[in-house]
């Protein structure tokens, strides 16, 4: 059974609400759900850094996966942060706790998060 488009947005909703509490609890109490800002839309989840940056996390409580469009739209919204690294929090069915859910990213995002900057990122090119 699909989803209407209502239902759908609060169980986005619900889902970052329980991402947000769960990172708050055990990194820091600044985190919090982001406003929606449209265009220039900077993740869902706001105040998580990682040796001092940003690190955008962009939450995703679908039935399918789509990792492709998910890790372009982590990166557009990395870049409109201004962040180190973009993470995607999805989650996973059958498992409630927030502890629980899957965090994905490229290698590229994750050696930028390990090393706090973004220099390697020309090799890319």
Known sequence: MSRSRASAKKAGSAFERLVADYLA????????RRAKTGAK???DIGGLRHMGERVVVEC???????LGRWAA??????????????????????????GDQWVTCTLAELVA???????????MA
């Open 25 to 32: 609890r055990h990194v820091d109490d600044r985190i919090d």
């Open 113 to 123: 998060l390990l090393n706090g900057n973004r220099d390697h990122t020309e090799e």
């Open 60 to 66: 995703k409580n679908t039935a399918r996966v789509d």
């Open 41 to 43: 839309d900077r993740g």
């Open 73 to 98: 739209e982590a990166e557009i919204e990395r870049g409109n942060d201004g962040a180190v690294a973009g993470l995607i929090i999805h989650k996973r069915h059958g498992k409630s706790r927030p």
